[in-house]
């Protein structure tokens, strides 16, 4: 992967002293980042997936049928049933919705979070930089798991809580990327100049700096979807995550697993799609972060 | 040095306040009177008013907090209202069989992600390289309870190589260490070989190969002591995620830890246990990353002076 | 730059030693901390394993609803239930050797058994029974009062007016004289239930808060010592080498803390376990079936799992939506896919195995369409919106049989959901009377009706507790009365009637069945004897382990 990346690195170098095409430059990117390009079509597949669930599937995931439970792989039930007789494929494309929103709505709304007081703390310094560092400093000490499993103390289970409960947990550690790279951006000439001109903050903070994050940014977004996913199997595991019926694939692995030996595939399939996603969004910010840091770095 | 840590040291203090602030804040947004939680069904009004006055619980919620800070400052943490223990015992008793078990699976992941690492970065791209990699993505994508089962189920349960559950016995701490260390290995052997792939391409590597030194004394002199930095920093930035992983491993493999003290507060909704736990766990990731960063600045003379 | 290396290398090599080391240092670590209980510290060699999925909260019987497991083996009781070959049970001298009751059915003289040593050397004495029952009332957060609280003077140990039960009294060193305000016929039966164990009055006294907690403090007459107990992790009981009540097999029990049901049966086939006990595992019993038949043992659970309506909460105040429900509810259906062939249908309040049990009541037999023709009579032609709540800390198979439960009604056009509560407030919601409906089981404390009929429809605190909120006041009156009638077979007709009137004709609850428990139990194990009434606890004196 590495060998890419200086690969890219010199790529871009020379691409972007010639006049290629968006078409060449993009055939290019693409060229070098193999992986992260496959990936990037596997999320969207599932992504797909997901949203036309009730168009792709035979069967609705919350009908039970207890005549037919603990099917074996067939015709009909590609992947078996479950253990209430529901087809365990139509849970898992239906699973992929809860997943993936759990993975994408947290960690945006966490984002927006930790970007909005990243950038207030890395702009202005001073006493609002070091309070909000410090309760920065207060949520990365917390275990991540912990907090979360406070929170659904607290408040109970269910996916409105596990939002919240993962939205809280992560937005320090963006706002400390945020705070540093406002911290260096803000030293820049150009900006400096817009604050000689008496431009306003806001507009500094919003035209200059924080298009400047964006690309990194997109590359932490990617990079932490994954654990959001994650944790809310664990989550499902201690019992405070996701409840029945809803599908999530955490909680389908957690109930299934008492099948491991009789049926495994139940078990497999939800663990195996929570894979898949994991590694892809793994691998398309792996291959972002190759494509955006030169940009990054030239600047 | 020694001031910079003591400076790192003084911030760590608010930062425990506020810890300890904001646990005691969530859990007093609790709805239900702790005081019935802790006595049952079969007890009338009368001694449940008079045990709440004797806990403090009907005084104003910040003199609750002096009181609970000034008796933490003290070692004392309260009463576990299910299990009529000290707090500070209970969690001093299990404290032991977590950092063992964090110590051995920081050990299994150091070890192995390190030479995992090594090893991929020497033979890039080849068959070995994919292999290892894949297993170091193998342990970042899974759920950490699907590792333990599977591992259980093979080395336990088949091959009978080690116990299914316990800790006292070596061969018992094999399997949760794997399971708690995989994750952290395949981080580490991810960042390991990037950092050393990164490192070889500098011009004084290529000037030491071009001298004509061997591959391997390349790699000893130069390319791993430079490469290793962030993964010992990263390494120490773990304990975070070791002890939110132990919660799960502990579980499966019956250990007596801090993570089942937190399963069981808040299953019986024990407030002070769980308080206690949260804060303990949190101490010791304050700590955790101290000692990093003074690792670090100690290991890299260049930041000595930013800190 | 190489000094980096050494001290990477040192730091590895220290946390390196400091696992590797952990069987010495560990044994160190240990002695020097006196209050520690590792369980290395006792050769736990032939002791009988076996685990339970959760640690319990305390050893003290009068503190604890659900923990009997370490109680029924170091205390002893005044009587104890035996079960016959043929599956019945009966109760049989113990702690009282024998015992006369007054012709009026008020007092009952015990005669305790002579020569009797608690495990620390202190004589039994009648002292100790006064002692015993009336802590049972009036100790700091007692939870089982009601066992005994016919006793006369009970009510006023309970609210705290008084310290003297003044019901119980020691005529003699061997003989207690209790003294009932009224007439119970259940009586005796009560003192065989596991929580009415009989306590050592001055080292119980002595130890306080500590009685329960600490091992060393926590003695009985039992046939094991509580040796060892180490949170979250196990109890040991030792022999106890001065039982009165002859020679003990065993060496010692481990009870291991096991929470995750996959480890556990790990175990047990790896022989880390002599017992496995399945009650929350419902589902591993068909593959024991197919490979290892021999090891599944079995025994009737004397006890109902039922589906309530809180009466407080429209529509199920009308008896028509009731009825509605219960033939909404296809419950052979559920057995037959769910409970593995491990239930039976229930039609009462009391299941097969209690005294009282009528097999002859009507079926409520699943009908759908009845169902719906009774809702549209009733005024909700469209079905109604109706919770079901669930307490998370419940069975994989009760929350699929809610799951299956919530599915039928929504076939009916009953729009029920289902809502997770954590166990506390669960219970707390529910002894407001505030609770939608759930589902739950009873399992008999004692051989009587009694114990099931008066625990949901006694009185009105009862049914609210319970969030049932039965609202027939005259029926709550003769379940209360059905206590105090002398004549055994004129009680049993009552409580016939009773459980008729409240399960068929207002459809009060709805019974769903009874359950076979299942253990695993290992081929080294001989005697094995669970629990009469088919709880998870057991006594392990007459066991023996190869």
């Not at chain 3, 003294?179 to 009586?187: N, Q, R």
């Not at chain 3, 009391?350 to 079926?363: A, M, T």
Request: aromatic share 8%.
């Amino acid at each position: 992967m590495n060998k890419d990346t200086k690969q890219t690195e010199q790529s871009f170098g020379s691409e972007i002293g010639t006049e290629e095409s968006l078409f060449e430059k993009c055939k290019n990117i693409i060229k070098h980042n193999k992986l992260a390009f496959f990936s990037l079509i596997v999320i969207i597949l599932i992504i797909l997936c997901a949203i036309f669930a009730n168009v792709v599937c035979r069967y609705n995931p919350y009908t039970q049928s207890l005549k037919d439970r603990l099917l074996a792989p067939s015709f009909a039930h590609p992947l078996g049933t479950d253990e209430l007789g529901r087809d365990t494929l139509t849970r898992v494309i239906f699973g992929a919705r809860v997943s993936l929103t759990i993975g994408l709505i947290p960690t945006l709304i966490s984002m927006i979070i930790g970007t909005i007081l990243g950038l207030i703390a890395g702009y202005f310094g001073g006493k609002i930089d070091f309070a909000i560092m410090r309760l920065a400093d207060i949520m990365l000490a917390f275990p991540s798991l912990l907090l979360a499993m406070v929170v659904m103390y607290t408040m109970g289970g269910g996916l409105i809580n596990i939002f919240i409960a993962l939205s809280l947990v992560n937005w320090a550690s963006t706002s400390r990327v945020v705070r540093s790279e406002t911290l260096s951006l803000s030293k820049k000439e150009y900006v400096e100049a817009a604050k000689s001109m008496g431009v306003g903050n806001a507009t500094i903070i919003f035209r200059h700096i924080l298009p400047n994050c964006i690309p990194t940014l997109v590359v932490l977004f990617t990079l932490s979807i994954p654990s959001a996913i994650l944790s809310e199997s664990s989550l499902s595991f201690l019992g405070v995550g996701a409840q029945p019926p809803t599908a999530s694939w955490g909680l389908m692995v957690v109930s299934a697993k008492k099948y491991l030996f009789t049926q495994p595939v139940l078990v497999l399939s939800p663990a195996i799609a929570i894979m898949i996603v994991v590694l892809a969004f793994n691998f398309l910010g792996d291959g972002l972060r190759d494509i955006l840091d030169p940009y990054l770095k030239e600047q | 040095m020694v001031k910079n840590i003591l400076k790192r040291i003084l911030i760590s203090i608010p930062v425990l306040i506020g810890v300890v602030l904001i646990i005691f804040i969530m859990l007093r947004v609790v709805p239900g009177d702790p005081v019935t939680t802790m006595l049952g069904e079969h007890v009338n009004q009368t001694v449940i008013d008079k045990i709440s006055k004797e806990m403090g619980l009907d005084k104003p919620l910040y003199i609750q907090f002096f009181t609970y800070i000034s008796h933490a400052i003290r070692g004392d943490f309260g009463t576990s209202y299910r299990m009529n223990r000290n707090v500070t015992g209970i969690i001093l008793d299990a404290f032991p069989n977590t950092v063992r078990l964090a110590v051995c699976a920081a050990v299994v992941s150091w070890i192995v992600g390190i030479a995992a690492g090594i090893f991929a970065a020497v033979n890039k791209n080849n068959i070995l390289d994919r292999l290892f990699m894949g297993g170091a993505l193998l342990g970042v994508s899974m759920p950490v309870f699907m590792i333990a089962l599977v591992l259980q189920y093979l080395f336990a349960y088949k091959l009978k190589i080690f116990p299914v559950s316990g800790y006292e016995t070596a061969a018992s701490m094999v399997l949760p260490s794997i399971v708690l260390g995989w994750n952290s290995a395949g981080s580490i052997a991810r960042m390991t070989r990037s950092n050393i792939l990164e490192v070889m391409q500098e011009d004084y590597i290529r000037t030491a190969r071009a001298k004509g030194l061997l591959e391997f004394a390349v790699m000893k002199s130069h390319a791993l002591k430079n490469a290793m930095l962030p993964v010992v920093t990263m390494m120490a930035l773990q304990i975070s995620s070791m002890l939110s992983g132990a919660v799960i491993t502990e579980n499966i493999f019956g250990i007596p830890g801090i993570g089942r003290l937190a399963v069981n507060a808040i299953e019986t909704r024990d407030m002070p246990l769980l308080q206690g736990t949260v804060i303990f766990t949190t101490i010791l990731v304050i700590f955790g990353n101290l000692i990093a960063d003074s690792l670090y600045s100690i290991l890299d003379p260049r930041i000595r002076k930013e800190i | 730059m190489k000094k980096k290396f050494i001290l990477l290398g040192v730091l590895l090599a220290l946390s390196l030693s400091a696992c590797g080391s952990k069987g010495t240092e560990k044994a160190d670590d240990k002695t020097a901390k006196t209050d520690s209980k590792a369980k290395t510290s006792i050769d736990t060699t032939g002791f009988l394993v076996t685990s339970i999925n959760a640690d319990i909260q305390t050893a003290d019987p009068d503190k604890t609803s659900k923990d009997y497991m370490v109680p029924l083996n170091i205390f002893d009781r005044l009587v104890e239930v035996e079960v016959k070959d043929d599956g019945s049970s009966e109760l049989v001298p113990s702690l009282a050797k024998s015992w006369d009751i007054s012709e009026d059915g008020k007092v009952y003289t015990l005669h305790l058994q002579e020569g009797v040593k608690f495990s620390n050397g202190a004589d039994f004495k009648s002292d100790d029974v006064v002692y015993s029952l009336t802590r049972m009332l009036g100790v700091t957060g007692a939870v089982n009062g009601d066992f005994v609280s016919q006793i006369e003077g009970a009510d006023k140990v309970m609210d705290g007016s008084s310290k003297e039960l003044s019901g119980v009294k020691a005529i003699d060193d061997y003989t207690v004289e209790i003294t009932l305000s009224e007439p119970y016929a259940g009586f005796l039966a009560c003192l065989s239930a596991s929580p009415v164990c009989m306590l050592d009055k001055d080292t119980t006294e002595a130890a306080g808060d500590k009685f329960g907690i600490d091992p060393s403090v926590t003695v009985g007459t039992g046939a094991f010592k509580m040796a060892e107990w180490t949170v979250n992790d196990s109890i040991v009981l030792t022999k106890n080498d001065t039982y009165w009540g002859g020679d003990v097999s065993l060496p010692g029990v481990l009870i291991r803390v096991i929470p995750d049901s996959e480890t556990r049966n790990m175990m047990f086939k790896n022989g880390e376990l002599d017992i496995l006990d399945f009650d929350f595992m419902i589902d591993y019993i068909d593959t024991y079936k197919k490979e290892m038949p021999d090891v599944l043992h079995h025994t009737p659970r004397v006890g109902v799992t039922y589906f309530t309506f809180n009466e407080n909460i429209e529509p199920l105040n009308n008896v028509k939506v009731r009825e509605a429900v219960c033939k909404a509810i296809n419950r052979q259906e559920i057995i037959d896919s769910l409970m593995n062939g491990v239930a039976t249908i229930e039609n009462g309040i009391f299941p097969r195995g209690l005294i009282g049990y009528d097999s002859s009541l009507p079926e409520i037999k699943y009908d759908p369409d009845g169902a719906k023709a009774l809702l549209a009579e009733a005024g909700y032609p469209n079905g109604f919106d109706m919770e079901i709540s669930v307490d998370s800390s419940s069975s994989d198979t009760t929350k699929t049989v809610l799951e299956v439960i919530a599915s039928q009604l929504n076939e009916v056009g009953i729009n029920a959901t289902i809502k997770n509560y954590d166990e506390s407030t669960w219970l707390a919601t529910r002894k407001d009377g505030t609770l939608g409906s759930f589902m739950s089981t009873w399992t008999a404390d004692y051989n009587d009706p009694d114990n099931f009929i008066y625990t949901f429809f006694g009185n009105e605190k009862n049914t609210k507790q319970r969030s049932l909120n039965y609202p027939d006041k005259a029926v709550m009156d003769r379940v209360s009365a059905a206590r105090t009638i002398v004549n055994a077979d004129e009680r049993m007709a009552e409580y016939d009637e009773l459980e008729k009137k409240i399960v068929t004709e207002d459809f009060a609850w709805l019974p769903m069945f009874s359950k076979e428990h299942y253990y695993g139990v290992s081929k080294n194990i001989e005697g094995f004897k669970p629990n009469w009434a088919g709880i998870s606890d057991m006594r392990f004196v007459g066991f023996s382990k190869k």
